[in-house]
């Protein structure tokens, strides 16, 4: 129902752009958010955007950048100055429907019904 992409390879330091949007059928979505798992690891939040509010983990607040176009359900990650302990699959995901989840659930895989696919960042040092 999602299709991520902008993933790749890029030096520490560098940026990406990763974009995010339906495939197939179109929805309407509450909340929408980008997680990521590192290989071996589980799968961690990263930034989520309701209501034009936006959330980041400790760990990305300052160098990502979560934005989107609710009229076309598409999110966008901008992550900058990027490091070693950025690499992993990036998925965007979607909570469908018209009610807001609550801020608190935002870190939560299951607050989401759509996911995408993955894209791979991997970032050299």
């Known amino acids: 129902q999602l299709q991520a992409s902008g993933g790749g390879l890029v030096q520490a330091g560098g940026s990406l752009k990763l974009s995010c949007a339906p495939s197939?059928?179109?929805?309407?979505?509450?909340?929408m958010g980008w997680f990521r798992q590192a290989p071996g690891k589980e799968r961690e939040f990263v930034a989520a955007?309701?209501?034009?509010?936006?959330y980041y983990a400790n760990s990305v607040k300052g160098r990502f950048t979560i934005s989107g176009d609710s009229a076309r359900n598409t999110v966008y990650l901008q992550m900058n100055n990027l490091g070693p302990g950025d690499t992993g699959v990036y998925y965007c995901?979607?909570?469908?429907?018209?009610?807001?989840?609550?801020?608190?659930?935002?870190?939560?895989?299951?607050?989401?019904?759509?996911w995408g696919q993955g894209t791979l960042v991997t970032v050299s040092s």
């Open positions: 995901a979607a909570k469908s429907g018209l009610t807001y989840p609550i801020v608190s659930s935002l870190g939560q895989h299951g607050t989401y019904d759509y």
């Open positions: 197939g059928r179109t929805f309407s979505s509450s909340a």
């Open positions: 955007i309701r209501a034009r509010s936006t």
